[in-house]
């Protein structure tokens, strides 16, 4: 009697079982049959960083009531979109839209992944470097949100907040300080190299990694060699272990940070997610644009972030309407600041915000800035400009090094 | 309990249930005897197994991946005759790890191989036809001075059109009627044309709503006048529309891409791009078969080869060194720990076992921390504060890559042998004691030879896994110190799979995955050798 009992209960629960599991796949089903005969508007599916999420859902909320779309979020690593946007779009499981950086945009163009878009009228109202960021052959390619670039950062306590004019003047205000051992701080991702970083120091020679044509779009001339790049890399070695020693190869992210945060040197030059780590340990800061080297002006890289359209969007009239008229706004640029505070890319925005100092003076470095290029050889190029910049750091002759490394960089690109 | 019954279960003739005299027995899969535990506890199994298996088939045919459904239906349909045929009773106990070995390893390396003979990388993700869409967008040029154009979408029957406001002239036209003066219309205070005489303006509502008329709707060009050299209406977002022209023209029958404007022709090249004759090329390609192309440059291409081969070199001194030093230094803390007069040997074995659980990711991060030359502690600690550039010159970063690795895998040796050592058989050596054999003939003719036996295979796998170990080197010196005026991104300390990350631009860049592919074979090709050379070798330790 209990044997059979026992077999029932388990018939029972297999054939539950069963009913559960096959239960699932009917409602996809039946979604699917019913989705075009509702006419429903559309998903636009949105690939985002953890950031920038929220400020995007609240964006959406107000079209998604005037369109009656579905707007789905999906939030990623940044580091990820590219590869992933990139890897997806082909096989059509990409999104419509997605967040990401203008140096991408070259490998985006070259792969056919992304839409054209257009701003209108409104364009008048962006900063006009994160337009030329996004533009590629002379077609806009994203709608930019916000700009972010390294300055000077400098402890008031130690230095006070005048703003230094040239690197000599920085040195010559640190030693009188007293920090002539260490009177600033080169971050060079540890022995590996960081031209990113240095980047204003060598424009301030007058050697720009890529030749500008007169619309500010990038060519694929490297503009590093010659007389002004051999300056700059005589500038480098002179002040590395073989010469001043103000620039070693030693510092990391994080030994660079707390180098300036311990009050052991009191200027770097670093970017504004860099500023909590400083105010947090309790340091006062003055962010200034960079001071020149060379005589030029100090160009850092501007890079900036902006929403991609796919090429492959079957959406792309709902996706260019939520971009150009939900996006594209005052609120929503405001949102997005709020949400991770860069410097917004509307003019409008970005003045509202710079009563704060510290996003001053990194405005104010932007400004100072040129786009970092959007072309795909840019790839080829940190490699070996990052491991020349630490042979110069560590004492190897200035003019084969540059030489060679821009020869290296020329055959790369081909 | 009648006595009935029990006659009935032991009829007369049956002999009684003793299974010694039943030889042999026959397979419980064959003596099925009705609905027992086994075939229900299976049944419900094999239920949640059919129900997973028809819903990723069901998922599989929404997405239209219609390798991946024919895979699932054949090893769905395979699974269920297995599990219910009643001849198939191997299969029962190997099927399971065969789908693990088709779906892990045959597939990865299948798609590897396949990847390997393409162009797949940077401008060439896609299809043909996606190179041909983003040509044809990246040509189309909004008109410098065009105006933005307020717009609504008008319809007559089946006819498309677009009604603009020109300056208060209401004007609309079609894909085939250029735009036209319509009287009469009326606009809203934003200029929007709301009502146009012989159209039917379709309401915004209605256009969001339907998924197919935004498709037309972006896809739709109205000429400005009869001359194709004014440019088109485009609107993107279905309100306002401005003019634009394109130049390139897609003829899919001769499958060419013209250029109206200079006349130039491209055609498809074999390498997945549209050139012309002259050699100019569009910026967007496809994926092509390129055949032996990839290994073809990995062997012949003179920029990589001096440089690979240095760097093969290292891989395999790396490799070696790592497994000679640690199995060593493993086994001669194993022989110490292992006497039995040490005290406390428990605890000081557990100890050493520590590093071997950290992540190895971790561990190498740490390192390099120590390691540097400036802030560093080894220097700090050890070397009197001086500035030694353990992670920025070419020989110390080796050195410095082949402590850290042996600081993390000897424990690992230390383990396997202390086991292989208490494992030895006591009388042999009990004998060879007797025979007069001193502590290091013991250990050179005795412990060591039979410990190989166990461990040698050990070895040619901690040999294999160190050949490809991507792990310490990306982490601990990024392949660095860069070799000096090579024109190629590697560096002192690039074993064969980082200088592989670096090379095909998968790290960043223009990513080259069909180069990657290619090499990737080729290492597993070499290891594949190797061990199997080494395999054999060892078969001769164990006719001891």
């Given at each position: 009697m209990r044997r059979h009992f026992a077999a029932g209960?388990?018939?029972?629960?297999?054939?539950?079982?069963?009913?559960?599991?096959?239960?699932?796949?009917?409602?996809?089903?039946?979604?699917?049959?019913?989705?075009?005969?509702?006419?429903?508007?559309?998903?636009?599916?949105?690939?985002?960083?953890?950031?920038?999420?929220?400020?995007?859902?609240?964006?959406?909320?107000?079209?998604?009531?005037?369109?009656?779309?579905?707007?789905?979020?999906?939030?990623?690593?940044?580091?990820?979109?590219?590869?992933?946007?990139?890897?997806?779009?082909?096989?059509?499981?990409?999104?419509?839209?997605?967040?990401?950086?203008?140096?991408?945009?070259?490998?985006?163009?070259?792969?056919?992944?992304?839409?054209?878009?257009?701003?209108?009228?409104?364009?008048?109202?962006?900063?006009?470097?994160?337009?030329?960021?996004?533009?590629?052959?002379?077609?806009?390619?994203?709608?930019?949100?916000?700009?972010?670039?390294?300055?000077?950062?400098?402890?008031?306590?130690?230095?006070?907040?005048?703003?230094?004019?040239?690197?000599?003047?920085?040195?010559?205000?640190?030693?009188d300080a007293g920090f002539g051992d260490r009177p600033f701080i080169l971050y060079t991702n540890g022995a590996e190299g960081d031209m990113y970083t240095s980047y204003a120091f060598q424009t301030s020679f007058g050697a720009p990694v890529f030749v500008q044509d007169e619309d500010?779009?990038?060519?694929?001339?490297?503009?590093?060699?010659?007389?002004?790049?051999?300056?700059?890399?005589?500038?480098?070695?002179?002040?590395?272990?073989?010469?001043?020693?103000?620039?070693?190869?030693?510092?990391?992210?994080?030994?660079?940070?707390?180098?300036?945060?311990?009050?052991?040197?009191?200027?770097?030059?670093?970017?504004?997610?860099?500023?909590?780590?400083?105010?947090?340990?309790g340091v006062e800061v003055a962010v200034n644009p960079i001071p020149s080297a060379g005589g030029e002006t100090a160009a850092p890289f501007v890079g900036v972030q902006g929403f991609y359209l796919?090429?492959?969007?079957?959406?792309?009239?709902?996706?260019?309407?939520?971009?150009?008229?939900?996006?594209?706004?005052?609120?929503?640029?405001?949102a997005l600041y709020e949400a991770d505070p860069r410097i917004p890319a509307l003019t409008a925005v970005a003045e509202d915000v710079s009563d704060d100092p510290v996003i001053a003076g990194f405005l104010a470095a932007a400004q100072n800035g040129v786009p970092m290029p959007n072309i795909p050889e840019m790839g080829a190029v940190w490699d070996f400009w990052n491991a020349a910049q630490i042979a110069l750091i560590t004492g190897q002759d200035p003019d084969s090094t540059w030489t060679s490394m821009v020869a290296s960089v020329e055959q790369a690109i081909g | 309990m009648s006595v009935g019954t029990r006659t009935a279960e032991h009829p007369p003739g049956t002999p009684p249930d003793r299974p010694d005299e039943r030889a042999p027995r026959e397979s419980h899969a064959r003596d099925w005897r009705g609905l027992g535990w086994g075939f229900l506890v299976k049944l419900a199994l094999m239920a949640v197994v059919n129900a997973g298996g028809v819903l990723a088939i069901l998922s599989a045919y929404q997405v239209g991946a219609w390798v991946v459904l024919g895979a699932l239906v054949v090893l769905l349909a395979a699974a269920d005759w297995i599990y219910f045929a009643r001849r198939t009773l191997p299969l029962k106990y190997m099927f399971p790890g065969l789908v693990f070995l088709v779906v892990f390893q045959m597939f990865t390396l299948g798609y590897t191989g396949y990847v390997a003979f393409t162009n797949y990388g940077t401008g060439h993700l896609g299809s043909m036809q996606q190179a041909v869409d983003a040509a044809l967008i990246q040509d189309e040029r909004q008109v410098e001075d065009s105006p933005e154009y307020p717009l609504a979408v008008v319809r007559d029957g089946d006819a498309l059109g677009f009604a603009v406001n020109d300056d208060g002239t209401v004007r609309v036209g079609t894909a085939e009627e250029p735009l036209e003066t319509v009287g009469g219309a009326q606009v809203d205070d934003r200029g929007t044309p709301v009502a146009v005489p012989g159209w039917e303006v379709v309401p915004r509502a209605q256009l969001f709503s339907d998924a197919d008329l935004q498709a037309e709707v972006v896809a739709l060009r109205v000429p400005v006048s009869g001359d194709a050299e004014d440019g088109s209406l485009r609107t993107r977002e279905g309100s306002t529309a401005s003019v634009y022209t394109s130049r390139l023209e897609w003829d899919p029958a001769a499958q060419t891409i013209t250029n109206t404007e200079t006349g130039a022709v491209y055609s498809p090249s074999d390498r997945g791009q549209f050139v012309t004759e002259d050699g100019e090329r569009l910026a967007a390609g496809w994926y092509v078969n390129v055949g032996f192309d990839n290994f073809v440059r990995a062997f012949t291409d003179a920029t990589y080869a001096g440089p690979l081969l240095k760097v093969a070199a290292w891989t395999f001194a790396f490799a070696i060194l790592t497994v000679l030093t640690s199995f060593g230094l493993g086994l001669l803390f194993a022989l110490i720990y292992n006497d039995p007069r040490i005290r406390g040997r428990k605890i000081l074995r557990t100890l050493f076992i520590l590093p071997y659980a950290f992540p190895a990711f971790m561990s190498a991060l740490l390192w390099r921390g120590m390691l540097n030359a400036e802030f560093g502690v080894i220097n700090d600690w050890f070397f009197l504060g001086a500035n030694i550039g353990w992670l920025s010159d070419?020989?110390?970063?080796?050195?410095?890559?082949?402590?850290?690795?042996?600081?993390?895998?000897?424990?690992?040796?230390?383990?396997?042998?202390?086991?292989?050592?208490?494992?030895?058989?006591?009388?042999?050596?009990?004998?060879?004691?007797?025979?007069?054999?001193?502590?290091?003939?013991?250990?050179?003719?005795?412990?060591?030879?039979?410990?190989?036996?166990?461990t040698a295979p050990l070895a040619i796998a901690s040999f294999a896994f160190n050949f490809n170990n991507f792990t310490i080197i990306y982490m601990l010196t990024g392949g660095g110190p860069a070799f000096s005026g090579s024109s190629t991104p590697m560096g002192s300390t690039d074993i064969l799979i980082s200088a592989i990350y670096q090379i095909s631009g998968v790290s960043g860049g223009r990513a080259d995955y069909g180069l990657a592919s290619a090499l990737s074979i080729v290492v597993f090709v070499v290891i594949g050798v190797i061990s199997a050379l080494a395999f054999r070798q060892t078969r001769k330790l164990e006719e001891i």
């Open positions: 209960v388990a018939a029972v629960a297999t054939v539950a079982l069963l009913a559960a599991c096959s239960g699932d796949p009917a409602p996809t089903t039946t979604a699917e049959g019913d989705a075009p005969a509702a006419g429903s508007a559309g998903e636009l599916v949105i690939w985002s960083d953890a950031e920038r999420a929220e400020a995007i859902k609240n964006a959406a909320a107000d079209f998604e009531t005037d369109t009656g779309a579905t707007v789905t979020v999906v939030q990623k690593n940044f580091e990820d979109l590219r590869a992933d946007f990139l890897a997806q779009v082909p096989t059509g499981e990409g999104p419509d839209i997605t967040v990401g950086a203008n140096d991408w945009l070259g490998e985006f163009v070259e792969s056919g992944v992304v839409d054209t878009i257009s701003l209108g009228s409104r364009a008048a109202d962006f900063e006009q470097v994160t337009l030329d960021a996004f533009t590629y052959d002379g077609q806009l390619y994203a709608l930019p949100y916000a700009q972010e670039t390294v300055a000077l950062i400098q402890n008031t306590a130690l230095v006070g907040d005048t703003a230094p004019q040239t690197f000599d003047e920085m040195i010559q205000m640190a030693t500010g779009s990038y060519t694929s001339e490297v503009g590093m060699g010659g007389e002004q790049g051999l300056a700059y890399a005589r500038w480098i070695q002179a002040n590395g272990s073989a010469g001043t020693g103000y620039f070693t190869d030693t510092v990391d992210y994080d030994i660079g940070n707390e180098l300036f945060a311990s009050g052991q040197s009191p200027f770097i030059v670093q970017g504004p997610w860099t500023i909590p780590t400083f105010q947090d340990a796919s090429a492959q969007s079957d959406n792309a009239l709902l996706a260019n309407e939520f971009l150009a008229n939900y996006v594209a706004t005052d609120e929503a640029q405001q | 070419p020989w110390l970063a080796k050195i410095a890559i082949l402590w850290v690795n042996l600081w993390l895998s000897y424990p690992y040796w230390f383990l396997v042998t202390t086991g292989a050592l208490q494992a030895l058989p006591g009388d042999v050596m009990e004998a060879a004691r007797v025979d007069g054999a001193g502590r290091w003939r013991q250990f050179r003719s005795i412990t060591l030879p039979m410990l190989m036996v166990s």
